[in-house]
């Protein structure tokens, strides 16, 4: 079957969508702030830890609290997965194995989840994330985007390349 | 006023993001593995328009410009974010779209990057003495190191951006004389 609005009958989608993107980007940084997501998660988890009593953290005095516009634009990203999801003509989420090592959903489970704790060490030792680094950092000709993206690069390439390989 | 704002940019990133399907872990490992390069190709082609509407209107505009700082653990976390970026398949603003999408992979990913978060913020003490203090170099941007204006670096940037995504095929290997 062959339609249109299948995404692989569309090859050249990220040309819209890019020039889209940057133009969102610069309207964000012309409204309040370059578009980032990453230390939002460290704010969430404070919300936590400031739960317990007499624990001090000079990381989370730095990073301050959830109520912000960086905290709404990660909940606009869910809402925004969610509708894009919803006015597609996809009937149903799609479960995917990326990598060949995953014949069980445990190893895919895995996987996320050690992905999820190396990114937001990594993201937060950095300072910034794909898109506080790479995409609003570079965009304001930073060092620090780049020296970002070409660590991110190397490592995730070499990576994606070695999972890759069959055994 | 800013935290409509920020709903707004989020709901419109969500939807480009999961309408060029970087939400899907299968198309960031393509693209790591450079079997497809739609994702990348999209990201330096968002790169290049920014960069360069960025700077052209804070000649009229008073932009919020905000430029991290570069230090050892720029290039440390960089090198581990990518090993997870290609273990998850997503990165940390993908994984948020993907969960709306209803992946529950995604979830995962959220969970992962909480715990990640937290023993970062634990550690944070050491870890700011070791890598962060270190070799740290304040906000640098290339238009510093160049001494040059910074909307000539940014046009630059963003002419050597544009040239790699049309010099770059978005599938290689995918040999089909209809596509480019």
Not at chain 1, 111 to 127: D, H, K, Q
Not at chain 2, 70 to 98: D, E, Q, R
Not at chain 2, 131 to 156: C, E, K, N, R, Y
Request: aromatic content about 8%; overall charge positive.
């Amino acid at each position: 079957m062959s339609s249109p609005l299948k995404p692989e009958n569309r090859p050249h989608a990220w040309i819209p969508l890019g020039i889209l993107f940057g133009l969102l980007s610069t309207a964000s940084i012309a409204l309040f702030a370059p578009i980032g997501v990453s230390t939002t998660y460290p704010r969430a988890v404070g919300e936590l830890i400031r739960l317990v009593p007499g624990y001090s953290s000079p990381y989370l005095t730095q990073i301050g609290g959830l109520f912000r516009a960086e905290t709404m634009l990660v909940a606009g990203l869910l809402i925004g997965g969610f509708l894009a999801h919803r006015l597609s003509r996809k009937p149903s989420t799609a479960y995917e194995t990326p990598h060949p090592q995953e014949r069980t959903p445990a190893w895919r489970y895995l996987n996320a989840f050690l992905g999820g704790f190396l990114l937001l060490f990594g993201a937060r030792l950095a300072g910034g994330c794909t898109s506080g680094h790479v995409i609003s950092g570079i965009s304001q000709l930073s060092l620090s985007g780049l020296i970002f993206g070409a660590g991110v690069f190397a490592t995730g390439i070499t990576t994606a390349k070695l999972l890759a390989r069959r055994n | 006023m800013d935290l409509l704002y920020g709903l707004l940019v989020g709901t419109v990133m969500g939807v480009l993001i999961q309408r060029v399907q970087a939400s899907s872990p299968m198309m960031i490992v393509r693209n790591l593995r450079l079997e497809n390069l739609s994702i990348i190709k999209f990201m330096a082609l968002t790169i290049a328009v920014s960069a360069t509407l960025t700077y052209t209107l804070s000649a009229w505009l008073p932009m919020h410009f905000a430029i991290k700082p570069t230090h050892l653990g720029v290039l440390l976390g960089g090198l581990i974010f990518g090993v997870g970026f290609a273990l998850a398949g997503y990165c940390p603003g993908t994984c948020v779209v993907g969960a709306g999408e209803g992946r529950k992979d995604a979830l995962v990913t959220i969970l992962g990057g909480l715990v990640g978060a937290l023993v970062f913020t634990l550690a944070f003490p050491a870890l700011d003495r070791l890598f962060i203090q270190p070799l740290s170099m304040g906000s640098v941007t290339l238009a510093d190191l160049a001494h040059a204006p910074a909307l000539w670096v940014a046009l630059a940037l963003s002419a050597l951006l544009l040239a790699v995504v049309a010099l770059l095929p978005t599938r290689p290997g995918h040999r089909r004389p209809s596509e480019s």
